[in-house]
């Protein structure tokens, strides 16, 4: 079965950056693009980009792009989000999500909180 | 960037009631690309319906999904106890992919 297993809950500072992993099994993983989403507090669902596994092209959002950077490891299956010059307006739970052939979203991963506190 | 409106942000339902929720888009979502996924409070989202009216793997045939163009439509026939949730929908004809505010769906 598809499984998207992320890494752990992550306190930073100001300034810093943060690298979130998404681990996937049960599919082939170049075959399907890996989005990133994030959900701050108590707010709605906000799309932070894509990256072809296959290829390592990625798309991003215009309020991520310069901030954010989406890589993979083809070889153990592993997405990576990271974030740079984080401000609290970053603290937010981080999916990583499979976009379908039809590019919907179809298996997401649990999440990855994110808090950024001096 | 495709701005999407739904509504209302908050229907309060009986079980066995029926939900119809609207999504609206500032322009016309190319190829229907449409999606609808459920919310519950500590968890990720889950997929619903694709294609604007596609029932994604494992959806039970009382979530349905209609519209084409600017205006979409997911109904849940009856009710059931696990539906009261959160319902989001999201754009994936254009980038940005982008996500509703979501609506609110809990018990009267």
């Known amino acids: 079965q598809v499984q998207l297993v992320q890494s752990g809950a992550e306190v930073k500072k100001p300034g810093a950056s943060v690298k979130v992993s998404c681990k996937t099994s049960?599919?082939?993983?170049?075959?399907?693009?890996m989005n990133w989403v994030r959900q701050a507090p108590g707010q709605g669902l906000e799309w932070i980009g894509w990256?072809?596994?296959?290829?390592?092209?990625?798309s991003y959002a215009q309020r991520s792009q310069g901030r954010v950077t989406l890589t993979r490891d083809t070889s153990i299956s592993t997405a990576y989000m990271e974030v740079s010059s984080l401000t609290s307006d970053d603290t937010a739970v981080y999916y990583c999500?499979?976009?379908?052939?039809?590019?919907?979203?179809?298996?997401w991963g649990p999440g990855t909180l994110v808090t950024v506190s001096s | 960037e495709i701005v999407l409106t739904q509504s209302p942000g908050t229907l309060s339902l009986s079980p066995g009631e029926r939900a119809t929720l609207s999504c609206r888009a500032s322009?016309?979502?190319?190829?229907?690309?449409l999606a609808w996924y459920q919310q519950k409070p500590g968890q990720a989202p889950r997929l619903l319906i694709y294609?604007?009216?596609n029932r994604a793997t494992g959806i039970p045939d009382r979530f349905s999904g209609s519209g084409s163009g600017t205006d979409f439509t997911l109904s849940i026939s009856r009710l059931e106890p696990e539906d009261f949730a959160v319902y989001y929908c999201?754009?994936?004809?254009?980038?940005?992919?982008?996500f509703g505010p979501g609506s609110k769906v809990d018990i009267k």
């Open positions: 999500a499979r976009g379908s052939y039809t590019w919907s979203l179809d298996y």
């Open positions: 294609g604007a009216s």
């Open positions: 990256i072809n596994p296959n290829s390592g092209e990625t």
């Open positions: 322009q016309s979502v190319s190829n229907s690309y």
């Open positions: 049960g599919y082939t993983f170049t075959a399907y693009f």
């Open positions: 999201q754009q994936y004809g254009s980038s940005p992919f982008t």
